[in-house]
């Protein structure tokens, strides 16, 4: 049982284009998403985060849309660089004592130059 | 900047022996957490901790222990470790924004 879905798997872009990944998630007991980014050989690392009651949150070249009745977010990664070449992992949580993340398969994004 | 460290970072066991995989994070969180990473599983939460002297269930708890012994240390126990074990670990600490450590990559053979 997946609760938080990620798409594509896969994500090949040219250096300077916007890269879109997708998560959708179930339980709408969930209010804090973030989003994980993670490089070979290392740990995941927060790249940016959105709490339900926002639908939108932006951070430089990185935006979070969010879509509360469809349950669904999007990353939007614009201009991207071939230094963002990573895996992005989707993640939900309630915002209570454990802060346990449920996480997504992840998005493996290829920035080409 | 929190620091999060594990260690080995690399093991090789064999069926039916024990592992301990050790956490130090200097941050002075009080929750801290072990997680498994699969290729199509992405993280999931194997044991996860309160504070010094609790540990608490994850997802995928089973054929795992866990042990606070100090708010630093958060250790991951395999008792009777078994090939499905095979993966790679990653432990983190904090609540809103979790700081992960480098990974310990476990193979048992």
């Known amino acids: 049982q997946q609760q938080v879905r990620q798409s594509p798997q896969s994500l090949t872009v040219w250096e300077g284009e916007t890269a879109i990944l997708n998560c959708s998630y179930e339980d709408s007991t969930f209010n804090y998403f973030p989003w994980y980014q993670q490089f070979p050989g290392e740990g995941p690392a927060l790249l940016i985060s959105i709490r339900s009651v926002s639908d939108k949150k932006e951070d430089g070249r990185f935006t979070i849309f969010f879509n509360k009745r469809e349950k669904k977010l999007s990353l939007h990664i614009t201009d991207s660089q071939p230094g963002d070449s990573a895996t992005y992992f989707c993640a939900a949580s309630e915002t209570s004592g454990s802060w346990q993340l449920i996480f997504g398969s992840g998005t493996q994004l290829t920035v080409m130059p | 900047e929190a620091a999060v460290t594990q260690s080995p970072r690399n093991k090789v066991a064999v069926t039916g022996g024990k592992v301990t995989l050790s956490c130090n994070q200097t941050?002075?969180?009080?929750?801290m957490y072990w997680y498994r990473q699969d290729t199509g599983h992405g993280l999931r939460l194997i044991h996860y901790s309160y504070g010094a002297g609790s540990t608490e269930k994850g997802d995928i708890p089973d054929g795992y222990k866990a042990s606070r012994p100090s708010q630093e240390n958060f250790s991951l126990i395999l008792e009777l470790a078994t090939p499905s074990q095979t993966s790679v670990y990653f432990c983190a600490s904090g609540d809103a924004e979790q700081f992960f450590g480098p990974g310990t990559r476990l193979t048992v053979l």
């Open positions: 941050n002075n969180h009080n929750n």
